[in-house]
Nanobody, 115 residues
């Protein structure tokens, strides 16, 4: 049984930083691409950033230079470091293992950027 447990969301002022973590169990974590998606109210879920099994990264244009996705295969954990946060980054953030067609998603964590 695959479980993905997210942590690190919250309320931050514009320009601030947050770090999200997602710990996986029940899956051969190192074999899969892992990443983060987000969904704002009334919007479709979109890719934020992902890191492949061979450590290649891919980011949405809107977060390039501000967000960094990384993975620690020894801890079965994927991270999302978010800097220079903007109100448009407000969304529920979901971690994913195996790509958007995979059934393996975290429960979501709310990130709110507001003054």
């Amino acid at each position: 049984q695959v479980q993905l447990v997210e942590s690190g969301g919250g309320l931050v002022q514009p320009g601030g930083s947050l770090r999200l973590s997602c710990a996986a169990s029940g899956i051969i974590f190192s074999a899969f691409a892992v990443g983060w998606y987000r969904q704002a109210p009334g919007q479709q879920r979109e890719l934020v950033g992902l890191v492949s099994s061979n450590m290649r990264t891919n980011y949405a244009e809107s977060v390039k230079g501000r967000f960094t996705v990384s993975r620690d295969n020894a801890k079965n954990t994927v991270y999302l470091e978010m800097n220079s946060l903007k109100p448009d980054d407000t969304a529920v953030y979901y971690c994913n293992v195996g790509g958007p067609g995979s059934p393996h998603w975290g429960q979501g964590t709310q990130v709110t950027i507001s003054s």
